[in-house]
């Protein structure tokens, strides 16, 4: 009964975190550039009940050993992120910029250090910067000095090329790069759709992915699948939490045994 009570103890942690993470994800179903994420869940201990004092019966037919196993329970894993690509919306707004491909953009944050993110919703602050709606600077890498940008001054091509407009001419003034890693959970999420690399993670410049002036990302959240999702891991905890009840239950009925 001990182990009944930690097996269903276990089996209702694992699908908090579950829950946890889709409830996670229809918050943001409208972030631009939102990754969901996912929990998977591995077995924990198992062990042979194939043992002296064990009254088992184990079926050697056929050369098939259908040895019994008893569970310790499960655990969530870490939690998955989708990669999969977003909507692209148009929304003709110069400062509005898309990723369509793998990879990220890099930012400055106002501690100095670097991050990664999808959205691309930025605006422009004081300085002439791009800038996320956390103050973020996106990485723009000018040829000859930083150049302040305005709504209407600058084009961005599909390979990251920033031009200035001038009266006759488009003149090259520098190139936003797009940054990608080896394997798909080599970043960290920590908060506001940022990422940073975990140890040992290799990040490099993509140019495999085109940048889209005038459009965001939108989040790949799949509302439907998520909803289902739910219902499933509620659906599971509660039947873990009857099973709880009956082991409690079990150990009630054999105290009061014992104080008769």
């Known amino acids: 009964m001990n182990r009944l009570m930690w097996t269903s103890r276990s089996a209702m942690n694992a699908q908090q975190q579950k829950l946890d993470a889709i409830s996670n994800n229809i918050a943001n179903m409208n972030t631009d550039g939102y990754k969901s994420e996912r929990v998977q869940f591995s077995d924990l201990v198992s062990e042979s009940m194939n043992r002296l004092g064990y009254p088992t019966n184990i079926n050697n037919n056929n050369g098939i050993n259908n040895e019994p196993q008893n569970s310790t329970g499960v655990r969530a894993t870490d939690w998955i992120r989708d990669n999969s690509q977003g909507d692209l919306t148009q929304t003709n707004e110069s400062t509005d910029l898309a990723l369509d491909g793998s990879g990220y953009f890099k930012v400055t944050r106002p501690d100095g250090t670097a991050a990664y993110e999808r959205s691309g919703d930025f605006n422009l602050d004081g300085n002439g910067r791009l800038v996320d709606k956390s103050g973020n600077i996106l990485e723009v890498n000018f040829t000859n000095g930083t150049v302040p940008l305005t709504r209407n001054n600058f084009i961005v091509s599909q390979d990251g090329t920033v031009s200035i407009k001038q009266p006759d001419r488009d003149v090259v003034a520098g190139k936003i790069n797009v940054y990608d890693t080896i394997g798909e959970d080599s970043l960290t999420s ?71």
Do not use: C
């Open 190 to 260: 920590i908060g506001n759709n940022l990422y940073t690399p975990k140890n040992g993670a290799q990040i490099f410049v993509s140019n495999n992915t085109n940048i889209m002036q005038g459009y965001t990302e939108t989040s790949n959240v799949d509302i439907t699948k998520e909803m289902t999702d739910m219902i499933a891991a509620q659906r599971a905890f509660e039947l873990n939490t009857k099973s709880l009840t009956t082991a409690d239950e079990m150990w009630g009925m054999v105290n009061n045994l014992k104080s008769r």
